[in-house]
């Protein structure tokens, strides 16, 4: 059996953090599907038809990527999806105490759903797509924490 993983988020924008912990968790699934979660309710900063060819970009001469973007609870698209795993990055304790109710409900959802922490590398964990935004909306220079131009 293919050991399959999602790494879900809105991913706006997906950060070099982001690419940090897809690149890291390589080596330990089959496939890594990069899960764009669609929420209705969230107003995007960067549309969603315009982040997917920047990840992909990202990840063009790796075979096992993909960008897939979906609605609804992420256990579900995980089960729909074949995947066995979750992957979460967690850059500090603050993200360790949500992840970890939020894993702890994906469980109660599917049982045999596993999510993976993974702590972010050391030079990257300040980076937040919050941040970026923010810094973004007053024309300042977001290159050094995008994997991608925009």
């Known amino acids: 059996m293919s050991k399959i993983a999602i790494f879900p988020g809105s991913f706006d924008p997906f950060t070099k953090g982001h690419e940090d912990i897809v690149r890291r968790s390589l080596p330990l699934f089959d496939k890594v599907i990069i899960a764009i979660g669609n929420n209705a309710q969230k107003n995007r900063y960067f549309e969603i038809d315009y ?12 075979d096992n990527v993909e960008v897939k973007v979906f609605k609804g609870l992420t256990a579900e698209f995980a089960k729909e999806s074949g995947a066995q ?19 702890q409900a994906n469980k109660y959802l599917w049982k045999d759903l ?5 702590i972010t590398s050391p030079h990257l964990a300040y980076i937040s797509s919050s941040l970026i935004r923010d810094i973004h909306k007053y024309d300042g220079d977001v290159s050094g924490f995008l994997p991608y131009k925009i």
Do not use: A
Request: with cysteine.
């Open 51 to 62: 982040i997917i060819p920047k990840i992909e970009s990202c990840f063009e001469k790796t």
């Open 85 to 103: 795993f979750l992957i979460r990055g967690l850059r500090n304790t603050t993200d360790f105490e949500y992840e970890n109710s939020i894993s």
């Open 114 to 118: 596993e999510t993976v922490f993974m």
